[in-house]
């Protein structure tokens, strides 16, 4: 859901919070995931690319996604309990079940890509500037499983879901990821007219930075984050573990962020409610044996991982890449309550990358 407000209040990543124990680092990464990553060869490519495809799991197994210290690769699986984090859960909704949204689709585009104008009609104040290297070929929210498996769309053409033809509605997000460059270009409200690419905002993510946008600014997410590093995706189930932290919805967030948010989106104090930004992971003594292979892998990242509070939508939706290979998850998902779940905060003394 598109956020509303444009002004911004910052809070400090740290609230008070127990000491780390002396004898273990304060934050880290899983030095593995970077092993893998870059021992893995990004292969060479010179079109688009579409998620969906055994190409682009090569080419997303070599991308190394953020640097090391940034906060969506930091494990977070022994950091301390926000003081209200049981009410913050109350809030979201205890009893309330774990979702995902089969939204998020991308596409991945060669360096030498064309770039094009994009005609930003909403928010170009705190848009970045193109030209961007946007495929004729590139997809927008949903395409193609949620279009494909809902009997309402099934019969929907690509032509007619860039175009929003039948003005169907919708965030409508579009993302292209230069995974050579290392860059994310996000957009909100996104479609392809009779001149050309229009969005309602445009955010472009540095992925070998950890600068965070201008404090304030929003993005095609609420928060102000970049969505392409939260998205499950196919080749990382398949591969049997998710190297990141995700990115969830609830339905009433509080007027205030924090980091790494840099915008909030909502006419509430309730200091119950979870700030845009908050992070919050699956507690550790919930047991993932019992479930399907791939729902096991998404539990098992939002324990070590855990997932940021990144837009208003459903409470505990998941964003996850509409992938036609990954099979429904939702009837499993919905088994893991949202009493199941913890906010934390960063370990007294961490000090955000630059």
Known sequence: MRPFFCFALFCAACVCAPAQDPKKPLVSGDPARLERIRGTKMPKFDKPVQFDTPEADAILAALEVLPPDNPWNLVVSDWPLHPKSKDIITAIGAEKPLRYNMDMAFVLVPPNQKKVKVDVFEYPSESDKGPFPVPDNAPVEGWPAYWNRHPMFKDLTFDQMQRDAGNYGGDRHMIVVDPVNRVSHEFFLAARTKTGWRASSAATFDLKSNKLRPEGWTSADAAGLPIFPAIVRYDELKRGAIEHALRVSVSKTKREYVYPARHFASKFN?????????????????????????????????????????????????????????????????????????????????????
């Open 270 to 354: 309730d200091a119950n409610l979870p700030r845009m930004g908050e992070r919050i992971r699956l507690r550790k003594d919930f047991d993932t044996s019992k479930f399907e292979p791939e729902v096991k892998v998404i539990l098992e990242a939002l324990k070590k991982y855990g997932m940021f509070v990144a837009d208003n939508g459903m409470d505990w939706g998941l964003t996850c890449a509409p992938d036609l290979r990954i099979p429904v998850l939702n009837e499993e998902l919905r088994k893991v309550k949202g009493s199941n779940f913890e906010v934390v905060v960063p370990p007294r003394g961490y000090v955000p990358p630059k």
